[in-house]
Every structure is written in C-alpha cells, then in structure tokens.
C-alpha cells in the first residue's frame, strides 16, 4: 500500500495486508515465548532445523496435495524471472524438513526428532488469528513407527501449552488407518453423498471423485446434518490400525491428558494416515486450533524418498499468544537493571567504558542517549529512567568522574538510596545491580 504524504511528495509504503511487522512490547512476548519453546524441546531431546522459506512448488503439490485449499487456493506461487523456476514461499514446513531428510539422508544412522520455528505464508482473507504471513511451531518425528512416538508428540505439545499457562484446551483425535482403509472408506463416502447431492455445496461437489475426506471438515451450516451421518472412517480400521490408536489413547490416559474423539477429524492435508489430533480452545472464535497434526507414514516416498515412518504437528505462534492475552496471562516484563545518567559529554568515554564491563558481567543497562545539541538535563535523563523501568540509576556527574566513582541510586524501593562506587573496579559490585532471577 502506498501513500502520499502531505508535506512531501515522496510515497509513504505500508507492510503488505495480513503480513504484520511485531513491535516492541510485542516482540518481548514472542522473545518469551521462543524462550519456553527451546526449553521444552530440549527436554524432550528435540533438536532445531531451519529449512529455506522458499522452495520449489513440486515440493507442496506432491506433499502437501494437489487438491489441498492450501495448493489450489492460498499458495504464493511464482516464477524466477532468471530461470522459469516455479517456486512457492512456503505454506507449511512439514513438506520441507521431509524434503531436508531426504536430500541430507537424515535418517540413515535412526531416527530423528526436530523442530523449528518460522514465518509461513498463505494468501487467506486476513482475520483475527489468520495472517497471510503467519508463525509456526513445529515438532517433527522422523524414521519411528511405534504409537508410543505419537503419544510423545502430543505430550510434547500438552507439555508446552500447560508451561505457557495456557488454560481451557481440549485435545481430539482420530485414526485415518493405512490407504487400504481410507480407500474403503473413500469408496463408501462417495456413494452416500452422491446419494445426498442436492445437499452439496460447490465445493464439496468439486472434492466428491478428487478428495471426499475433505468434505467431512465442511464448515457449511447447511450440510452439517448431512456430514453427521456420513460413513466413518473408525469403522473400516482394521485390527493393526485400532491397535496402534488404542496403544496411544492409553498412554495418554497413563499421563493425565484428558481426550475424546472426533470421527470427523481428518486435518486438511493429504499426507497424513493413523492417528491425527487438535488442541482446540474456545477462546478464539472460528480459528479455535491451536495446534494440529499426525502421523503421515507415506509423505517421505511421495517426495522420492525411502519409506520411512514419520509423525508431527504445527503450532500457530500468534494464535498462541493471542490466546494468553484473551485469557489474562502473560509474561513477566523485561526492564534494565541500570539506567547510566550521563551529565556531559567528556564524561563518555570513561561511562561508556565502566558500562561494557558491567554488560560483560551480566548486568542490563540503557544508556542515556541525548541529541545533535548535547545530552540533556540531570532532570530529564532521570525522568528517562524512571520511565525504564530500570531498578538503579548510574550517575556519571563531573564530580563523580573527577573522584573516580559513580553514584548508583535505587529508582524502585522508595528510599532513593545512594551509594558510590569504584570506576576502576565494576566487576566487583556488578551483580550488586543485577535483578533477582
């Protein structure tokens, strides 16, 4: 979007529609937050993988599904103007690390568990909780075909929603069994709903032959009925495939993680197969998933890869966070230990230099930064620093410089106290300025 400003002739650009910039404080809960992540994912042994935002289109037509809302409608799909490449920015990451394993041969020495974290993109018609640019979480399993994995994943993500106080979230889930199975199943929704085809919409008419399961996940008020009697697909699993489901419900029901489950469940992309699952809370409206995924045993030979078992899930980042401030909670605020008052300008070098010290030593501090007329009054940069939030204010006066110490003033207990210390010995009172952990 551009803009004409009115006291100038030059053009005022704005960020693209639903690709949002994250400002500070904004960016504090997000800094949190992946904070809370990485602790979670080393808990659990998982390790960090970063895949380029842009990757080839084959890569989400074959992975993701060819007749997926996601590839049929939302893609940014493009073409190098250097070489007739078709290249898309990537709506999802699961394709991609699949992608990565392959190529690097990941799995060659066993399996491996990954996440990662990062800007996705999907041109959706943007809303509360649905950005066109949007924030993923990720937590991949690769080369583990036990139903034990699956539990893990999804105790992964239970794990992490409970550190991040996250309250009101139920979990659901649903088998989608072996090819042969859904095959069955596809063969019998095509029959009933072709039996009630006055009753589709465009859509579901357009998914009848190419992707039935879709029209399960309908959000049509009219067809709603209708769907509710559908076939499902629990009831064509056979024994290895409810074995498997019913190992996973039972070591969730071992861990406390409360479940039920959704015969309508089947997630909106082609790849997945047994046991898929939501974390859905009813804070947020219409975009009440958190987090979904499973497991997706067949994504790896599509991509021209060895057969090799593999689970995850994607968590949206903003919907996360939204949630938390919808539900009262957030994150402790960040403010410096110190606020460094500097009265003149010859006082620079020597404040400048007692402040690197007290930063080597751990110790945060803003320093004052006045403008092209001088540094400011006392007044003024204490005013600054109260504004900070910063517990102690350091006060680099002539006086002080001229006696080899600085003055450090507690801002927040009330007492206003006063103590001077050495300027050639800071590392001895640093973690004196440090707040409590």
Same mark, same amino acid.
């Given at each position: ?14 960020a ?14 997000w ?7 990485r ?11 970063r ?6 289109t084959?890569?989400?037509?074959r ?5 997926t ?15 007739g490449?078709?290249l ?18 990941l799995?060659y ?13 999907r ?30 994943l999804?105790?992964?993500?239970h ?42 919409d465009?859509?579901?008419t ?22 509710q ?6 009831d ?7 074995k498997?489901?019913d ?9 406390g ?14 790849y ?12 947020l ?18 991509l ?8 995850g ?14 539900q ?12 460094? %008052? %500097? ?6 070098? %020597?404040?400048?230099?007692?402040l690197?010290?007290?930063r ?14 001088g ?11 109260d ?7 350091? %006060? ?7 006696e ?5 003033k ?13 300027l050639n010995h ?12």
């Open positions: 979007m551009v803009e004409k400003s009115a006291t100038s002739r030059v053009e005022k650009l704005f693209v529609k639903g690709m949002n910039d994250i400002l500070p404080p904004d960016s504090l809960l800094e949190w937050f992946e904070e809370q992540v602790d979670q994912m080393a808990l659990h042994a998982y390790r960090n993988i895949t380029p935002i842009v990757e080839q084959a890569l989400f037509v992975g993701t599904g060819e007749t809302d996601i590839v049929e409608k939302e893609m940014y799909a493009f073409e190098d103007k250097l070489n490449e078709a898309t920015l990537r709506p999802e990451n699961t394709p991609g690390v699949v992608r990565a394993a392959i190529e690097h041969n799995t020495d066993g399996g491996k568990r990954l996440y990662y974290m990062g800007p996705m993109f041109h959706e018609r943007p809303q509360r909780g649905r950005y066109r640019q949007f924030y993923q979480l990720g937590a991949e399993a690769l080369g583990f075909a036990g139903p034990e994995v699956d539990a893990e999804i105790l992964l993500a794990q992490l929603l409970s550190k991040l106080g996250v309250g009101g979230v139920r979990v659901e889930l649903n088998s989608l069994g072996v090819a042969s199975e859904r095959q069955a199943h596809r063969t019998a929704l095509i029959a009933y709903f072709q039996k009630h085809a006055e009753m589709l465009a859509d579901a357009r998914r009848l032959h190419a992707n039935p399961l879709r029209i399960l996940d309908t959000k049509n008020p009219a067809m709603q009925s209708m769907v009697q559908a076939p499902q697909l629990l064509f699993l056979g024994d290895i495939s409810l498997h489901f190992t996973v419900k039972q070591l969730l029901n071992a861990c993680v409360r479940w039920s489950v959704n015969p309508r469940l089947v997630r909106g992309l082609d997945y197969s047994h046991t898929v699952f939501e974390f859905i809370t009813d804070d409206g219409a975009q009440g998933t958190l987090c979904g995924g499973g497991r997706y045993d067949g994504l790896f030979e599509v021209g890869g060895r057969p090799t078992p593999a689970v899930w994607g968590m949206g980042i903003e919907r996360v966070l939204e949630l938390l401030k919808v009262g909670r957030s994150c402790a605020a960040t403010s410096p230990d110190a606020y460094a %008052i %500097i009265s003149e300008n010859a006082g620079l070098p %020597i404040a400048m230099q007692c690197q010290v007290l080597s030593e751990g110790v945060s501090v803003q320093m004052h930064a006045g403008t092209a007329d540094l400011g009054s006392i007044k003024s940069q204490f005013k600054r620093a504004a900070s939030g910063a517990r102690f204010a350091l %006060i680099f006066g002539p006086d002080e410089i001229a080899g110490v600085v003055t450090v507690s801002l927040r207990d009330g007492s206003g106290a006063q103590l001077k210390q050495a800071p590392t001895e009172w640093a973690k004196s300025l440090q707040s409590p952990a």
